[in-house]
C-alpha cells in the first residue's frame, strides 16, 4: 500500500475507532454506585434507579415494600425489600415467607421457574432463583436471576431480567458485576 492510501486509510479508519472506544467508555460509565437513603445496601447499577413504595394492608399488619429499578431497553436491575413485622417472623418460618415472596414474585413478572436454590449474597445466606419471562406486548423474552434474603427483619431481593437474545457474554458479565456488587451490613 502506497503511504498516502496508508495514510487515508488511517483517518478513514480513525473515527471509527474513536467510536469505538467512546462506546466501550459510555458501557462502563453508565455503571454507578447506589445506596439506599437509609443505607441498608449499596449496589452498582447501569443509571440512577426509579424509585417506587408499595404499601399493603393484612388483617395482622401492614408491609411496605420499596423498589430500585433501573430499566435499560428490556433489560431490568432492581432491588425490591419489605420490612416485615416481627409478629409475622415470630409465627411464620423463614424458610415458608421466602417460598411465598418466591411465588408473589413469580406471579407479578408473569414468570415460569426454572430452579430455586441455596446460594449467598455479600456472605449472607441466600436462595437463587432462575427464570423465564415470556414475550408480551413489545417486550422480549427474558432470563432473570433473582435472590431472596433477609437482613434482620427485611426481605430483600435482588434481581436482574435480561433480554434472551443479548449476546451472552455481556449478560453474564452484568449479571454478576450487578450481584458481586452488593453490600449489605452484617447480622446484628
Known amino acids: 500500500m502506497a503511504p498516502s492510501s496508508l495514510r487515508k486509510a488511517f483517518l478513514l479508519a480513525l473515527p471509527l475507532l474513536a467510536a469505538a472506544l467512546a462506546n466501550k467508555a459510555l458501557g462502563d460509565a453508565a455503571w454507578q454506585p447506589f445506596t439506599a437513603g437509609d443505607a441498608s445496601f449499596r449496589v452498582d447499577m447501569p443509571g440512577s434507579p426509579e424509585v417506587d413504595t408499595r404499601e399493603r394492608w393484612f388483617p395482622a399488619s401492614r408491609f411496605v415494600s420499596t423498589v430500585y429499578k433501573v430499566r435499560r431497553g428490556a433489560d431490568a436491575f432492581g432491588v425490591n425489600h419489605t420490612d ?14 421466602l417460598k411465598s415472596a ?27 432463583l432462575i427464570y423465564n419471562i415470556p414475550a408480551y406486548d413489545n417486550n422480549p423474552a427474558q432470563r432473570g436471576t433473582a435472590k431472596l434474603l433477609f437482613v434482620g427483619k427485611r426481605l430483600f431481593i435482588f434481581y436482574t431480567e435480561m433480554n434472551v437474545s443479548a449476546d451472552p457474554k455481556q449478560t453474564v458479565e452484568e449479571v454478576q458485576r450487578f450481584f458481586l456488587s452488593v453490600e449489605l451490613p452484617p447480622e446484628n
Open 102 to 128: 418466591r411465588d408473589g414474585f413469580l406471579e407479578s413478572s408473569r414468570a415460569t421457574e426454572i430452579s430455586f436454590t441455596k446460594s449467598e449474597l455479600d456472605g449472607h445466606p441466600a436462595q437463587e
Open 84 to 97: 416485615l413485622p416481627g409478629a409475622v417472623l415470630f409465627v411464620t418460618s423463614n424458610r415458608y415467607i
